[in-house]
Nanobody, 122 residues
């Protein structure tokens, strides 16, 4: 049974930081690419960052230089460090995977999702 659970969201002021975490069962972060995605009300879900099975990362232009994706294989946990947050970063954030190896930020390719954690920046 596959389950992903995100945590770490909250309400912060612009310029502050948050660290999201994604853990779960039925998969191992070392064996699949994983991604962070977000969706604001009335907007399409968008890719934020991904990390491949090989550890190679990719970021959307809107977060490049501010967000860092990483994973801890021993803890089976995916992270997203978000610095210099902006109001436009406000959204529900989701982690996902699909069993493939190489990084992609196209949300349509992923088929296992968590329930999301809300990030609000004011």
């Amino acid at each position: 049974h596959v389950q992903l659970v995100e945590s770490g969201g909250g309400s912060v002021q612009a310029g502050e930081s948050l660290r999201l975490a994604c853990t779960g069962s039925g998969y191992t972060v070392s064996s699949t690419r994983m991604g962070w995605f977000r969706q604001a009300p009335g907007k399409e879900r968008e890719g934020v960052a991904c990390i491949g099975r090989d550890g190679i990362t990719m970021y959307s232009d809107s977060v490049k230089g501010r967000f860092t994706i990483s994973k801890d294989n021993a803890m089976n946990t995916l992270y997203l460090q978000m610095d210099s947050l902006k109001p436009e970063d406000s959204a529900m954030y989701y982690c996902a995977f699909d069993g493939r190896a190489y990084c992609s930020v196209w949300y349509q390719e992923y088929n296992y999702w968590g329930q999301g954690t809300q990030v609000t920046v004011s």
